[in-house]
């Protein structure tokens, strides 16, 4: 039982903190679409997130750096790669993560 509750206490705890700071790009390849992005936080949130607020949300923290690379060998129409910005969010006047509450 110590088991499961440990591991239950530890995915709230990952979802709490994939809320609160910039984590989720640790995750990620370098660089990344926002199809991978919001399938990396609707995996760890457990939710389904709607699209074009997802990526309004994202776009107005003014954190992520467009490469103006496609991505390649994917059986879907090619999506914008993406960089996070960490040097700009180390210079931010409140290095705290703006939150992400979809």
């Known amino acids: 039982m110590t088991t499961v509750r440990s591991s239950t206490s530890r995915y709230s705890r990952l979802q709490k903190r994939i809320q609160e700071h910039p984590l989720g790009f640790s995750l990620l390849?370098?660089?990344?679409?926002?199809?991978?992005?919001q399938n990396l936080y609707e995996a760890i949130l457990d939710v389904k997130l709607d699209r074009r607020?997802?990526?309004?949300?994202?776009?107005?923290?003014?954190?992520?750096?467009?490469?103006g690379e496609l991505e390649t060998d994917v059986p879907h129409r090619p999506g914008k790669?993406?960089?996070?910005?960490?040097?700009k969010y180390q210079k931010k006047e409140r290095k705290k993560w703006f939150g992400i509450d979809f």
Request: hydrophobic share 35%; charged share 40%.
């Open 29 to 37: 390849p370098k660089k990344f679409s926002l199809r991978e992005l």
């Open 53 to 67: 607020n997802f990526r309004k949300k994202f776009f107005s923290m003014d954190l992520l750096e467009d490469t």
């Open 81 to 87: 790669l993406y960089k996070f910005n960490y040097d």
